[in-house]
């Protein structure tokens, strides 16, 4: 095994332990979606139905990529954390490639946001919500895109931040606009042009119409576009993480 | 061969010359105590010599590899002790020196990591997490991280940095069973001259990023008017109080508001 690979494995299995140590973290991370899916699901879900489908079950894929969303840029930006706490000058001084760090990073921030959405597809049925889960196969590919790209996003931005404080304003500026113009909590069919136009250049937009394709048999733009958008979002977050973290250190 | 061979040695950061054409030679084994002011370029040198700056000019070899050409060949043949916590305070103990074993490729490293554990006395505390261990505890782990690997240099960039004096005479202790018993080479930056006086076989004081001073604690004493050596290096480097502690940057910045005042 090459220097690479073992420097991968071993940031992966770190990842890995931190998440699973913080249990706080884990159940906070799931309160959210949780409530997003209990009240805005009951509360509107009163209101509109789509034909068959409930509000609920409408919106349960628009959470996952929700959480995958949250789960992976946050993922990313511990890179600060490890900066804050010296931790990545151990890393930055062995005798590993930058690529192996970066890949490491991203493959463990992918893994513990895939589990957060597992953990939701698994609270679904205590809702009432039933997704077609034959569909789990196609899911699984879109998380595994979703979370590469967001992860890597959120390691170009930690490369670009001092500390945590600025972190507020890439939630409240960037995360929470593209999870709310994705489509997440609304149909894409009958908005008005203008909008239409930016919730279409909003990466996670594919994401949720692939997951509801996946979950639900209903998509707004063909599966073909969903993945094609999605890989070419992920190649560009993956490289502009890796350069500019590369660049950073 | 010398450990360390550095050859008109620079660094600037912008307008400042934070290390100014250092000649140094460190000899195999020996434990060198790198002592100056803060601000002086000692940490600025250390990271160049650990791969983690690269050099405005001038050269350096560690164990016979070019720094700027060699990286992973010196990264592999040396330890380093930052001057800040680097440790992953949510891992145990036994899991940060695990996964420092790993990145630096080691198989079977379960013995070495117990060996090390012991020599540090923290063999009880490894699978307690790191954020649950005192500062000078903390301070042992990294030592003992950075000699996982068998490196032939350790490089320990202020290890007693705020530890009480009971503290600092034991890591004190451990530095020298290391360089005895691991055979290792110890570059040690310290403020704590008579710790450097009694641990090092050679000191070069540096101030502004020149050499100002080499030999042996011994004969700088001698040949600077007697008195501790702590006198010695208040008469090398004066008395005039600098810059707060930070990194190069931080120090360059003070000097250039200090300028523009």
Redesign the interface.
């Given at each position: 095994m090459s220097?690479g690979t073992?420097?991968i494995?071993?940031l992966w299995k770190?990842e890995l332990?931190?998440f699973l140590?913080?249990k706080s973290r884990i159940i906070g991370s799931l309160g959210m979606p949780f409530f997003f899916l209990l009240f805005l699901g009951t509360g509107l879900g009163s209101t509109f139905s789509f034909g068959s489908m409930s509000y609920m079950q409408f919106i349960a894929p628009g959470i996952i990529g929700m959480v995958l969303l949250f789960a992976s840029v946050f993922s990313g930006v511990t890179v600060i954390m490890d900066r804050q706490?010296?931790?990545?000058?151990?890393?930055?001084?062995?005798?590993?490639p930058r690529w192996a760090i970066v890949t490491g990073k991203t493959l463990g921030g992918m893994t513990t946001a895939i589990i957060q959405a597992l953990l939701i597809l698994l609270i679904l049925p205590l809702l009432g919500v039933n997704l077609d889960y034959g569909g789990l196969g196609i899911a699984l590919l879109l998380m595994a895109l979703i979370s590469a790209g967001f992860v890597a996003l959120g390691i170009a931005i930690a490369s670009k931040m001092e500390d945590m404080h600025g972190f507020q304003i890439i939630m409240n500026f960037l995360i929470m606009p593209m999870f709310f113009l994705s489509g997440a909590l609304f149909p894409l069919d009958n908005l008005p042009g203008w909008f239409k136009g930016v919730t279409m250049i909003d990466p996670l937009t594919y994401g949720v119409d692939g997951l509801r394709y996946a979950f639900l048999g209903t998509s707004h733009f063909p599966l073909w576009m969903d993945f094609g958008v999605l890989i070419a979002f992920t190649l560009l977050a993956v490289g502009a993480g890796s350069f500019l973290f590369s660049q950073r250190n | 061969m010398a450990a360390i061979e550095t050859n008109r040695l620079t660094r600037k950061f912008g307008e400042l010359t934070a290390v100014n054409r250092i000649n140094l030679q460190v000899q195999e084994g020996e434990l060198f105590g790198f002592l100056g002011p803060n601000g002086a370029g000692k940490t600025t040198t250390l990271n160049m010599l650990c791969t983690l700056l690269a050099p405005t000019s001038g050269s350096a070899r560690v164990n016979g590899f070019d720094v700027q050409s060699q990286p992973d060949e010196v990264r592999r043949s040396i330890g380093m002790v930052f001057q800040d916590p680097s440790l992953d305070e949510e891992l145990t103990g036994w899991e940060n020196l695990e996964l420092h074993a790993e990145m630096y490729g080691m198989r079977n490293a379960a013995p070495r990591i117990h060996e090390m554990l012991q020599l540090v006395d923290l063999e009880e505390k490894r699978n307690n997490q790191v954020k649950e261990y005192s500062g000078g505890m903390k301070r042992r782990l990294e030592i003992a991280r950075g000699l996982i690997h068998h490196p032939r240099v350790l490089f320990l960039d202020e290890p007693t940095l705020g530890l009480d004096p009971q503290t600092r005479r034991h890591i004190g202790e451990y530095v020298k069973k290391m360089n005895r018993k691991e055979k290792v080479t110890v570059i040690l930056t310290t403020h704590y001259l008579e710790e450097a006086d009694n641990l090092c076989d050679r000191i070069a004081i540096v101030d502004y990023g020149k050499v100002v001073a080499l030999d042996t604690p011994k004969k700088l004493k001698k040949k600077h008017g007697g008195g501790t050596l702590e006198d010695v290096f208040i008469k090398l480097t004066g008395r005039e109080i600098r810059e707060e502690k930070g990194n190069a940057m931080e120090g360059f910045r003070a000097r250039v508001r200090a300028m523009r005042r």
């Open positions: 220097s073992r420097a494995i071993t770190r332990l931190r140590r913080a706490f010296g931790f990545l000058k151990e890393i930055m001084v062995a005798p590993v | -």
